[in-house]
């Protein structure tokens, strides 16, 4: 491993192991690992826990000691299916992208003094060379490495590389659990970010799962004066109704009058987004952030006569600084999203926690 000359010098470092524990998926070629093949379900994807070198580290690259690790949708989607779209699973892939941990090591150019900060991982990295990432939208790179997209390996490890400057330091004030969901909270920033969000503005959020209730939180902490919020199971509008949503809407409930000044998806429901759009006041924005159907039919009529602008969302740029800020300031709250705890062995389960009634949020702690 690389590591900085003056590091023993300066600070002193953490003895390391030769190697690291990391939960495995495998996909057969027969699942559809071939990307135009059909899957055979009857032979299932498989999970375990291997034992693998140390990440070799970049001169600007830090090892991060990996503490606690949030399962997103994207995981059990990759666990199910082996594949989201064109990123198929075709090789070993360790999943999990969103994460916190400790500075175990530093590349050679990287200041030794951030041996043992707490952060937490910006799981991407971009090229830093191309039109959009010199735009700053580097969230649209091309050529973007991210964690746990095929066939880059995730954070279901022991310890992680990433480029030092995603490596974001947290106050001693923030868990590694809420450091780790910073990455959610970042998606549920850019939405409202795109969606215009501010002070006195009215929202609508359809889905109460986590990304919903953070948008809601996010919304809020924003300015938005009313946050409707709309879902199918009531025991997440009553929790949405606690952690940001100053209304709530079972999704049989129609919205065309509300005349909102945003509408955020973060269900993937073909009608919850057409009821959306009809919700949005002349002038207002639609942002679809869950991940549903490839192709849905749109009320043009309402979106060409009331200029709605409507637009998707993709990751997240420049999003921590401001997802660290509103955790520290108690303003967005992510440790009561965690309903479910497990360690490297149970990644399985944990997969399978989101399934059970009252989850929200589970939580994978690799040496646990």
């Not at 495995?24 to 498989?46: F, K, S, W």
């Not at 049989?252 to 006041?281: C, E, H, K, N, T």
């Not at 389960?349 to 009252?358: F, V």
């Amino acid at each position: 491993m690389s590591l900085s000359t003056s590091a023993a010098a300066e600070t002193p470092t953490p003895e390391l192991p030769d190697s690291m524990r990391v939960s495995v998926l495998r996909v057969p070629a027969t699942r559809g690992g071939n990307a135009g093949g059909a899957a055979d379900e009857a032979v299932p994807n498989q999970l375990s826990v291997d034992e693998r070198p140390l990440p070799q580290l970049e001169p600007n690259e830090v090892l991060v000691r990996v503490a606690a690790v949030g399962v997103c949708g994207s995981d059990v989607h990759y666990f199910r299916h082996g594949r989201i779209g064109q990123f198929v699973v075709e090789d070993p892939l360790v999943l999990g992208h969103e994460a916190s941990g400790t500075i175990a090591a530093v590349g050679a150019s990287v200041d030794p003094a951030r041996i043992g900060q707490r952060v937490s991982i910006e799981p991407q990295k971009p090229c830093r060379r191309c039109e959009q990432c010199k735009q700053g939208r580097y969230n649209l790179c091309p050529d973007m490495a991210f964690y746990a997209t095929p066939p880059v390996d995730g954070a279901f490890a022991e310890y992680v590389a990433i480029e030092s400057d995603f490596a974001h330091a947290v106050p001693d004030t923030v868990s590694d659990e809420a450091a780790a969901l910073m990455e959610p909270l970042s998606v549920g920033i850019w939405a409202c970010r795109k969606a215009g969000v501010g002070p006195g503005q009215r929202v609508l959020v359809a889905g109460a799962g986590p990304i919903g209730v953070i948008i809601a939180q996010v919304a809020r902490a924003f300015g938005a004066s009313a946050v409707y919020i709309s879902d199918i199971a009531q025991d997440r509008l009553d929790f949405a109704a606690a952690h940001g949503a100053t209304h709530t809407l079972h999704a049989s409930q129609p919205v065309d009058g509300l005349g909102v000044d945003a509408f955020i998806d973060a269900s993937g429901a073909p009608s919850a987004v057409r009821a959306g759009i009809r919700a949005v006041a002349p002038g207002g924005r639609a942002v679809l952030v869950g991940m549903g159907a490839e192709d849905v039919e749109l009320p043009v009529g309402v979106i060409q006569n009331r200029e709605i602008w409507l637009t998707g969302v993709f990751r997240y740029a420049n999003t921590w600084p401001t997802a660290i800020s509103l955790v520290a300031e108690g303003k967005v709250d992510l440790d009561g999203l965690v309903t479910h705890e497990f360690g490297l062995g149970q990644v399985r389960e944990a997969l399978d926690a989101g399934q059970e009634p009252g989850a929200l949020k589970a939580m994978v702690q690799p040496w646990r």
